[in-house]
């Protein structure tokens, strides 16, 4: 067994079951990076996007499902600057804590989270490495997590990568230098990342969610539905996420378009399914 399988077998292990309910909505996200509003801050470009489907969510009842890197912690050191920034964000992430409708995971860039960062506007709201939604029937389930497990520098050496991002990596990206630690930025890595994502799943036969390299994916049949990806919130001018409705699990777009009353709008395009999960779980 390699060291990867390793690690995936201890992720398994220690996994948190949440009961799936068929008439329930899901909607899973990742990858916001909510900064301090300065102008590094990745999120702030598509903040009304990302509001503006949350709210949708809210209003139809999802649960909502954030997996992970959802705050950025790398560049910034304090979370009360990001929550003061996307007050009117958390505001809203708050309304599904108060109904039982909010699961966080943490990431990389939020691992501080596993260490037990305070966050205020969820009292004593546990943050999961990873979760495994299950039906009663179900011998597998779908295990959600974000994506950087196994990986020697977003991982084992976070420290010291937390280190070259802050200090190194964020002045040089503003001359167009590339953080080649980086999952997200780094091409090359995030085809290794995501194969080797995809290949244990399908080996385990476990049907896996996940997010970091910030590249959506939706498994054809070809792939036997294995491995899918949300994406991440910060795409140029769209935000991607995985819903699960009536048990059909689809990859959505949310973006800003003008109608012909040249108001803009926030609205969502299915970029692939829906597909069954009884198909996928049978």
């Excluded at 939706?218 to 699960?244: K, L, M, R």
Aim: include cysteine.
């Amino acid at each position: 067994m390699n060291r990867y399988d390793k690690r995936m077998e201890k992720v398994l292990k220690q996994t948190v079951c949440i009961p799936f309910h068929w008439e329930k909505s899901y909607v899973l996200m990742s990858d916001c990076h909510r900064g301090d509003g300065n102008w590094n801050d990745n999120f702030a470009s598509n903040k009304i996007i990302y509001l503006g489907a949350l709210k949708e969510y809210y209003e139809r009842g999802f649960v909502y499902l954030e997996l992970g890197d959802g705050d950025e912690l790398w560049e910034n050191r304090n979370m009360s600057e990001i929550l003061e920034k996307h007050g009117d964000v958390f505001a809203l992430m708050k309304r599904f804590y108060c109904e039982n409708r909010l699961y966080l995971l943490y990431g990389n860039h939020d691992l501080k989270k596993k260490k037990g960062l305070l966050l205020p506007c969820f009292p004593d709201i546990p943050v999961y490495e990873s979760v495994l939604l299950k039906a009663e029937g179900w011998e597998r389930g779908l295990l959600l997590m974000h994506g950087h497990q196994g990986d020697l520098w977003n991982e084992r050496l976070w420290y010291l990568t937390r280190f070259l991002v802050r200090y190194l990596w964020r002045p040089l990206e503003q001359l167009g230098v590339k953080d080649p630690t980086s999952a997200a930025k780094n091409y090359k890595k995030k085809e290794r990342v995501e194969q080797r994502m995809a290949q244990w799943a399908k080996k385990n036969r476990q049907v896996l969610i996940a997010g970091h390299t910030h590249r959506p994916y939706f498994s054809n049949q070809g792939d036997q539905g294995w491995y899918y990806n949300t994406g991440s919130g910060v795409h140029p001018y769209s935000v991607t996420a995985i819903e699960i409705v009536r048990g059909n699990i689809t990859l959505v777009k949310w973006s800003q378009v003008p109608d012909f009353n040249q108001y803009v709008r926030v609205e969502k395009e299915v970029l692939a399914g829906p597909l069954s999960l009884c198909t996928l779980l049978s």
